[in-house]
Protein backbone atom coordinates (compact mmCIF):
# COMPACT_ATOMS: atom_id res chain seq x y z
CA UNK A 1 0.00 0.00 0.00
CA UNK A 2 1.57 3.73 -0.46
CA UNK A 3 -0.10 6.64 1.03
CA UNK A 4 0.05 10.45 -0.25
CA UNK A 5 -0.46 13.29 2.07
CA UNK A 6 -1.05 16.35 0.56
CA UNK A 7 -1.60 18.90 2.65
CA UNK A 8 -2.20 21.76 -0.04
CA UNK A 9 -4.76 19.83 -1.39
CA UNK A 10 -6.07 18.22 2.06
CA UNK A 11 -6.17 15.14 0.41
CA UNK A 12 -4.85 11.52 1.90
CA UNK A 13 -4.81 9.52 -1.68
CA UNK A 14 -4.19 5.43 -0.84
CA UNK A 15 -2.88 3.32 -3.55
CA UNK A 16 -3.94 -0.60 -2.43
CA UNK A 17 -1.46 -1.98 -4.97
CA UNK A 18 1.54 -0.09 -6.11
CA UNK A 19 1.72 -1.53 -9.99
CA UNK A 20 -1.69 -0.50 -10.55
CA UNK A 21 -3.24 3.21 -10.02
CA UNK A 22 -6.37 2.12 -8.25
CA UNK A 23 -6.12 5.16 -6.14
CA UNK A 24 -8.58 6.11 -3.39
CA UNK A 25 -8.78 9.63 -2.61
CA UNK A 26 -9.98 10.91 1.23
CA UNK A 27 -10.25 13.96 2.60
CA UNK A 28 -7.38 14.52 4.55
CA UNK A 29 -9.51 15.89 7.94
CA UNK A 30 -11.94 12.51 7.69
CA UNK A 31 -12.59 9.13 9.53
CA UNK A 32 -11.18 6.90 6.99
CA UNK A 33 -7.94 9.27 6.64
CA UNK A 34 -7.33 9.14 10.28
CA UNK A 35 -7.76 5.48 10.62
CA UNK A 36 -5.92 4.71 8.35
CA UNK A 37 -2.81 7.14 9.03
CA UNK A 38 -3.18 5.78 12.76
CA UNK A 39 -2.61 2.55 11.30
CA UNK A 40 0.50 3.30 9.92
CA UNK A 41 1.74 5.20 12.85
CA UNK A 42 1.29 2.35 15.07
CA UNK A 43 3.53 0.83 13.26
CA UNK A 44 5.87 3.04 12.52
CA UNK A 45 5.68 4.05 16.37
CA UNK A 46 5.88 0.41 17.52
CA UNK A 47 9.46 0.30 15.62
CA UNK A 48 10.73 3.14 17.31
CA UNK A 49 9.84 1.87 20.66
CA UNK A 50 7.76 4.70 21.21
CA UNK A 51 5.42 2.62 24.13
CA UNK A 52 9.11 2.31 26.02
CA UNK A 53 9.36 5.66 26.61
CA UNK A 54 6.54 6.09 29.31
CA UNK A 55 6.41 5.42 32.96
CA UNK A 56 3.66 5.22 35.73
CA UNK A 57 4.16 6.62 39.16
CA UNK A 58 8.20 5.82 38.65
CA UNK A 59 8.16 2.77 36.77
CA UNK A 60 7.89 2.27 33.36
CA UNK A 61 5.28 0.97 32.10
CA UNK A 62 5.59 -0.41 28.44
CA UNK A 63 1.79 0.26 27.02
CA UNK A 64 0.09 2.51 24.46
CA UNK A 65 -1.31 5.49 26.34
CA UNK A 66 -4.52 4.64 24.45
CA UNK A 67 -4.96 1.23 26.00
CA UNK A 68 -3.99 2.46 29.61
CA UNK A 69 -7.09 5.13 29.43
CA UNK A 70 -9.40 2.54 27.80
CA UNK A 71 -8.34 0.16 30.34
CA UNK A 72 -9.12 2.36 32.97
CA UNK A 73 -12.46 3.39 32.09
CA UNK A 74 -13.31 -1.27 31.39
CA UNK A 75 -11.95 -1.06 35.32
CA UNK A 76 -13.77 1.66 36.58
CA UNK A 77 -16.95 0.58 35.40
CA UNK A 78 -16.55 -2.80 36.62
CA UNK A 79 -14.48 -2.27 39.78
CA UNK A 80 -12.68 -5.64 40.10
CA UNK A 81 -12.09 -7.33 43.44
CA UNK A 82 -8.78 -8.89 41.86
CA UNK A 83 -6.54 -7.75 38.80
CA UNK A 84 -4.65 -10.65 37.33
CA UNK A 85 -1.60 -9.51 35.06
CA UNK A 86 0.51 -12.18 33.49
CA UNK A 87 4.36 -10.66 32.54
CA UNK A 88 5.54 -7.81 35.28
CA UNK A 89 8.60 -6.86 33.39
CA UNK A 90 9.41 -3.78 35.16
CA UNK A 91 5.97 -3.42 37.16
CA UNK A 92 4.69 -0.63 35.62
CA UNK A 93 1.54 -2.04 34.61
CA UNK A 94 1.09 -3.45 38.11
CA UNK A 95 1.69 -0.36 39.80
CA UNK A 96 -1.18 1.18 37.48
CA UNK A 97 -3.84 -1.01 38.17
CA UNK A 98 -2.92 -0.26 41.97
CA UNK A 99 -3.39 3.06 41.54
CA UNK A 100 -6.90 2.50 39.80
CA UNK A 101 -7.75 -0.24 42.53
CA UNK A 102 -6.99 2.94 45.42
CA UNK A 103 -8.12 5.57 44.04
CA UNK A 104 -11.64 3.23 43.84
CA UNK A 105 -11.24 1.89 47.19
CA UNK A 106 -11.55 -1.48 46.21
CA UNK A 107 -8.84 -4.13 44.63
CA UNK A 108 -5.86 -5.94 44.92
CA UNK A 109 -3.26 -6.89 42.01
CA UNK A 110 -1.73 -10.09 41.02
CA UNK A 111 1.25 -9.91 38.97
CA UNK A 112 3.03 -13.85 37.76
CA UNK A 113 6.15 -14.11 35.81
CA UNK A 114 8.50 -16.30 34.69
CA UNK A 115 11.33 -14.45 36.21
CA UNK A 116 11.32 -11.20 38.15
CA UNK A 117 14.55 -9.99 38.34
CA UNK A 118 15.56 -8.86 41.92
CA UNK A 119 15.97 -5.10 40.99
CA UNK A 120 12.55 -4.89 39.39
CA UNK A 121 11.27 -7.04 42.33
CA UNK A 122 12.65 -5.01 44.77
CA UNK A 123 11.40 -1.51 43.14
CA UNK A 124 8.15 -2.79 43.24
CA UNK A 125 7.83 -4.36 46.71
CA UNK A 126 9.26 -0.36 47.67
CA UNK A 127 6.93 1.24 45.92
CA UNK A 128 3.92 3.12 48.11
CA UNK A 129 1.42 0.83 46.08
CA UNK A 130 3.15 -2.17 47.06
CA UNK A 131 0.53 -3.47 50.04
CA UNK A 132 -1.96 -4.02 46.66
CA UNK A 133 0.21 -6.02 44.91
CA UNK A 134 0.79 -10.17 45.29
CA UNK A 135 3.93 -11.12 43.09
CA UNK A 136 4.28 -14.73 41.92
CA UNK A 137 7.05 -15.80 39.79
CA UNK A 138 6.87 -19.11 37.70
CA UNK A 139 5.34 -19.68 34.32
CA UNK A 140 1.71 -18.56 34.18
CA UNK A 141 0.60 -21.77 32.85
CA UNK A 142 2.01 -23.79 35.12
CA UNK A 143 -0.21 -26.37 37.20
CA UNK A 144 1.30 -24.90 40.38
CA UNK A 145 1.94 -21.13 39.84
CA UNK A 146 -2.42 -21.46 38.34
CA UNK A 147 -3.50 -23.09 41.47
CA UNK A 148 -1.66 -20.54 43.68
CA UNK A 149 -3.65 -17.30 41.74
CA UNK A 150 -6.87 -19.46 42.22
CA UNK A 151 -6.37 -19.94 45.64
CA UNK A 152 -6.19 -16.26 46.22
CA UNK A 153 -9.35 -15.20 44.44
CA UNK A 154 -12.25 -15.99 46.93
CA UNK A 155 -15.85 -17.08 45.47
CA UNK A 156 -18.03 -14.14 44.21
CA UNK A 157 -15.00 -12.01 43.37
CA UNK A 158 -15.49 -9.90 40.61
CA UNK A 159 -11.93 -10.41 38.35
CA UNK A 160 -10.35 -9.02 35.52
CA UNK A 161 -7.35 -11.11 33.95
CA UNK A 162 -5.14 -9.51 31.36
CA UNK A 163 -2.47 -11.85 29.92
CA UNK A 164 0.85 -9.65 28.97
CA UNK A 165 3.87 -12.45 28.79
CA UNK A 166 4.97 -15.03 25.96
CA UNK A 167 3.10 -13.92 23.31
CA UNK A 168 3.20 -16.83 20.85
CA UNK A 169 -0.62 -18.16 19.72
CA UNK A 170 0.53 -21.11 21.88
CA UNK A 171 1.10 -20.12 24.88
CA UNK A 172 -1.65 -17.22 24.83
CA UNK A 173 -4.18 -20.31 24.25
CA UNK A 174 -2.61 -21.91 27.13
CA UNK A 175 -3.14 -19.20 29.50
CA UNK A 176 -6.95 -18.56 28.21
CA UNK A 177 -7.83 -22.23 29.26
CA UNK A 178 -5.95 -21.58 32.25
CA UNK A 179 -7.78 -18.61 33.53
CA UNK A 180 -11.00 -18.24 31.99
CA UNK A 181 -12.51 -19.70 34.80
CA UNK A 182 -11.56 -17.40 36.90
CA UNK A 183 -13.71 -14.60 34.84
CA UNK A 184 -16.93 -13.59 36.29
CA UNK A 185 -19.71 -12.84 33.74
CA UNK A 186 -19.88 -8.96 32.82
CA UNK A 187 -16.07 -8.94 33.33
CA UNK A 188 -12.69 -9.88 30.88
CA UNK A 189 -9.75 -11.64 29.84
CA UNK A 190 -7.78 -9.72 27.59
CA UNK A 191 -5.12 -11.09 25.60
CA UNK A 192 -3.09 -8.16 25.01
CA UNK A 193 -0.49 -7.50 22.02
CA UNK A 194 -2.24 -8.64 19.22
CA UNK A 195 -1.01 -5.93 16.89
CA UNK A 196 1.72 -8.44 16.44
CA UNK A 197 0.31 -9.44 12.73
CA UNK A 198 -0.01 -5.93 11.61
CA UNK A 199 3.76 -5.70 12.25
CA UNK A 200 5.50 -8.75 10.62
CA UNK A 201 6.47 -6.43 8.24
CA UNK A 202 8.20 -3.84 9.81
CA UNK A 203 12.16 -4.32 10.54
CA UNK A 204 11.75 -5.14 13.65
CA UNK A 205 9.35 -7.58 13.05
CA UNK A 206 8.61 -11.38 11.78
CA UNK A 207 6.89 -12.84 8.79
CA UNK A 208 5.51 -15.59 11.44
CA UNK A 209 3.50 -12.92 13.41
CA UNK A 210 0.78 -12.54 10.75
CA UNK A 211 -0.85 -16.06 12.32
CA UNK A 212 1.52 -16.69 15.50
CA UNK A 213 -0.35 -13.67 18.04
CA UNK A 214 -2.22 -13.32 20.98
CA UNK A 215 -5.50 -12.12 18.56
CA UNK A 216 -5.76 -14.96 16.42
CA UNK A 217 -5.42 -17.19 20.12
CA UNK A 218 -8.43 -14.84 21.21
CA UNK A 219 -10.65 -15.86 18.03
CA UNK A 220 -10.12 -19.18 18.08
CA UNK A 221 -10.64 -19.40 22.23
CA UNK A 222 -14.37 -17.78 21.41
CA UNK A 223 -15.01 -19.93 19.00
CA UNK A 224 -14.56 -23.00 21.47
CA UNK A 225 -16.07 -21.22 24.40
CA UNK A 226 -19.41 -19.43 23.55
CA UNK A 227 -19.64 -18.01 27.10
CA UNK A 228 -16.74 -15.28 25.52
CA UNK A 229 -16.73 -12.86 22.99
CA UNK A 230 -14.48 -10.71 21.48
CA UNK A 231 -15.66 -7.00 21.68
CA UNK A 232 -14.11 -3.70 21.59
CA UNK A 233 -15.43 -2.21 25.23
CA UNK A 234 -17.78 0.75 24.55
CA UNK A 235 -16.29 4.24 25.37
CA UNK A 236 -18.48 5.96 28.06
CA UNK A 237 -17.33 9.16 26.54
CA UNK A 238 -17.48 9.95 22.87
CA UNK A 239 -18.24 13.49 20.73
CA UNK A 240 -16.54 12.08 17.82
CA UNK A 241 -17.45 10.35 14.48
CA UNK A 242 -14.83 8.12 15.47
CA UNK A 243 -15.26 4.52 16.48
CA UNK A 244 -12.11 2.44 16.87
CA UNK A 245 -9.50 2.16 18.96
CA UNK A 246 -6.01 2.99 18.15
CA UNK A 247 -4.32 0.55 20.19
CA UNK A 248 -1.78 -2.10 20.43
CA UNK A 249 -4.63 -4.54 21.43
CA UNK A 250 -7.01 -5.40 18.64
CA UNK A 251 -9.75 -8.25 19.11
CA UNK A 252 -8.14 -8.57 22.81
CA UNK A 253 -10.74 -7.65 24.94
CA UNK A 254 -12.86 -11.52 25.71
CA UNK A 255 -16.45 -10.47 27.38
CA UNK A 256 -17.35 -13.44 29.51
CA UNK A 257 -21.57 -13.27 28.72
CA UNK A 258 -22.73 -16.09 31.11
CA UNK A 259 -22.17 -18.86 32.99
CA UNK A 260 -20.19 -22.06 31.19
Same mark, same amino acid.
Given at each position: ??????????????????????? @??????????????? =???????????? &?????????????????????????????????????????? $???????????????????????? @????????????? $???????????????? &??????????????????????????????????????????????????? =?????????????????????????? =??????????????????????????????????????
Amino acid at each position: MKLIIDTVEKTLTCRADITEHND @RVLPLYSKDAFELLS =QQWIKVGWDQKY &VYTFSWMGRPVIQLPEDLVRTQEVLYRIKPDVIIETGVAHGG $SLIYYASLCKAMGKGRVIGIDIEI @RPHNRAAIEAHEL $SPLITLLEGSSTSPEI &VQRVKSLVAPGETTVVFLDSCHTKQHVADELEAYHNLVTPGSYIVATDGVM =QDLHDVPRGDPEWSWDNPTAAAVEFS =QRHPEFSVEQPHWPFNESALSQNITHWPGAWLRREKHA
